[in-house]
């Protein structure tokens, strides 16, 4: 403990604190030794430094305190601003950062939205295809054998009728049907539902059973935003058939439950089926279903079935770039149309949807064999 | 400004740490000091510590004893507050323009300077001291800062007698000295 005895000598030399004989001692060691003189100038230099922090530390405190007590009392400016000339301090001291960071904010903002609307594909066009027919490019030699055989002239006067009739025309041509979808009936007096989509710019509506008769309809009603519209066929040919087999669902359906449809991709019926795959649509649309069943241009409108017969959706489209990936409005908007549809003219008041499935438990072929009969090609010009 | 005190007065009082004297040195100058760092891009805190930082390099030059009566107090903390502020501006590279002010400037750059190297050896001081950690921290500060014997130290810190506590100092201020010369050698 020899060091430490020396330690404690050289602080109380340091500080004075040796009688004079000790000191006279000590003052003799440090010459003679050069470890204890070394040892003296650096802890001198260490207290000082120590006493200067020490004073430093209370002239500090002794500022805040001063500081404290002269804000409290007034009579100095508070150091905490407030109101405007908070503001403007903030904005003084602030400006150029603020005004780089907007700019760059800017710059950053164009350069992102640029290249975002460089590289994103023009949804929803591109990538959702509404599934009605362009009936001038994909009509078969079937549909042209059609027109141009014993049915030719018959739909020539009716067209002819009709166009002379409601347009007060004298004669009109041939009306040469470009595109398509399906309908399916919601009302024997002669209410369908379709796609907004199919109908949209229409002059004429004709819709086709796969049977083979073709009346004159027109559009009552139409949702663009949801895609519905529905038809009335305006057709003194056209009797009620019956009663409607299928019933229109109001509650959504299940995840995974089985569903069927029938629709004229092409101009004979195609019975189809599949399964709803996610409950929400198209870009998460919740107006909407997924549906995986295959389906073509011509199947929009084609009614989505589950296995008791009710009609749970209205197909409208699927996705390009994505194999299986279909989608179907659900049928409670068929309601609020009818709904819309009777508060905008009292003359539809008497339209009303099935609400009871007649096929519930029967098989399928007889299910659809029923159908059938109530599912339209929708066709357009 | 009390009538009562000179400005030689004033510098005499801050030197021997009287709160009368720093209280009106402090009440004359902050307001100044205040506005002038907060029209140059500056903060109310940052106005605060520029302004004690003038009030330490006053307190220097006060108790250097040869603080020639060439300006007021007021130009002299002025001076040094806006040479100490353009500093610290150019280092936060925040404003690289001169500081507006009103007020005449005396040259205080040497002052300025003398402050900025103490300065720096308080710092180092400092941050040795806060790397001991405790007790060590506590213990070399009441005995080397706060100047209480070691018997009173001992019974605040629990030890059994005066020489125990000399003991544990002696390894705390070895490896105080230890850290604040290894830094001190590097900044010189």
């Known amino acids: 403990m020899e060091d430490i005895q020396l330690l404690e000598a050289v602080e109380r030399y340091i500080r004075g604190e040796m009688k004079p004989d000790e000191r006279v001692y000590f003052e003799q060691l440090r010459k003679t030794n050069p470890e204890v003189d070394q040892l003296v100038v650096e802890h001198t230099l260490f207290i000082h430094q120590m006493n200067e922090v020490g004073e430093l530390r209370k002239f500090k405190s002794t500022l805040n305190e001063v500081h404290t007590d002269l804000a409290e009392k007034g009579e100095i400016?508070?150091?905490?601003?407030?109101?405007?000339?908070?503001?403007?301090?903030?904005?003084?001291?602030?400006?150029?950062?603020?005004?780089?960071?907007?700019?760059?904010?800017?710059?950053?903002?164009?350069?992102?939205?640029?290249?975002?609307?460089?590289?994103?594909?023009?949804?929803?066009?591109?990538?959702?295809?509404?599934?009605?027919?362009?009936?001038?490019?994909q009509k078969t030699d079937l549909a042209n054998q059609k027109k141009i055989t014993s049915k030719l002239s018959q739909d020539v006067n009716l067209v002819r009728n009709k166009v002379d009739e409601s347009l007060g025309r004298p004669k009109g041509p041939i009306i040469n049907y470009k595109k398509g979808g399906t309908g399916f009936l919601i009302d024997v007096k002669g209410y369908l539902v379709t796609n907004a989509h199919v109908v949209e710019g229409a002059h004429n509506i004709a819709v086709e059973r796969a049977s083979g008769k073709d009346f004159n309809a027109e559009f009552v009603f139409k949702d663009v935003q949801k895609d519905i519209a529905i038809l009335k066929i305006k057709?003194?040919?056209?009797?009620?058939?019956?009663?409607?087999?299928?019933?229109?669902?109001?509650?959504?359906?299940?995840?995974?439950?089985?569903?069927?449809?029938?629709?004229?991709?092409?101009?004979?019926?195609?019975?189809?089926?599949?399964?709803?795959?996610?409950?929400?649509?198209?870009?998460?649309?919740?107006?909407?279903?997924?549906?995986?069943?295959?389906?073509?241009?011509?199947?929009?409108?084609?009614?989505?079935?589950?296995?008791?017969?009710e009609v749970i959706g209205v197909l409208n489209g699927r996705q390009t770039n994505v194999q299986g990936f279909t989608f179907a409005i659900h049928s409670k908007y068929i309601f609020s149309a009818i709904e819309e549809l009777k508060k905008k003219d009292t003359a539809f008041a008497r339209i009303k949807l099935p609400t009871v499935s007649s096929i519930k438990n029967t098989g399928r072929e007889q299910q659809v064999a029923k159908i059938q009969d109530f599912v339209f090609i929708v066709k357009v010009d | 400004m009390n009538p009562d005190l000179t400005e030689q007065d004033l510098l005499k009082g801050l030197a021997t740490g009287d709160k009368k004297a720093i209280e009106t040195i402090y009440k004359d100058n902050f307001n100044m000091v205040q506005s002038l760092v907060i029209n140059n891009n500056g903060s109310a805190q940052e106005a605060k510590d520029i302004f004690q930082e003038a009030m330490i390099v006053l307190l220097e030059k006060a108790r250097s004893g040869n603080f020639e009566l060439n300006c007021q107090i007021k130009t002299y903390v002025y001076s040094v507050s806006r040479r100490i502020w353009l500093k610290k501006l150019q280092q936060y590279s925040r404003y690289s323009n001169e500081v507006d002010g009103a007020i005449g400037t005396v040259p205080v750059e040497d002052d300025v300077e003398e402050y900025e190297k103490r300065d720096q050896e308080f710092a180092m001081m400092e941050k040795a001291i806060a790397s001991l950690g405790e007790p060590c921290k506590s213990l070399i500060e009441a005995f080397y800062i706060q100047k209480r014997n070691m018997q009173d130290i001992a019974n605040q810190f629990g030890y059994t007698n005066a020489d125990n506590a000399k003991n544990q100092k002696y390894k705390c201020l070895m490896r105080l000295k230890k850290l604040f010369f290894a830094q001190f050698k590097n900044g010189k």
């Open chain 1, 77 to 137: 400016n508070s150091d905490k601003l407030q109101g405007k000339s908070k503001i403007l301090y903030l904005w003084k001291r602030y400006k150029r950062v603020a005004t780089i960071a907007a700019t760059i904010a800017g710059i950053t903002t164009i350069t992102i939205s640029l290249l975002v609307w460089s590289v994103t594909p023009k949804v929803p066009q591109d990538e959702f295809v509404k599934l009605s027919r362009d009936l001038a490019t």
């Open chain 1, 235 to 309: 057709d003194p040919d056209y009797k009620s058939t019956g009663t409607i087999p299928y019933s229109i669902s109001k509650s959504s359906a299940d995840l995974a439950v089985p569903i069927f449809t029938l629709g004229f991709p092409i101009d004979n019926i195609v019975y189809g089926e599949g399964y709803l795959s996610s409950l929400k649509g198209f870009q998460n649309d919740t107006s909407s279903f997924q549906i995986e069943i295959s389906a073509n241009s011509g199947n929009s409108g084609s009614p989505i079935l589950n296995k008791n017969g």
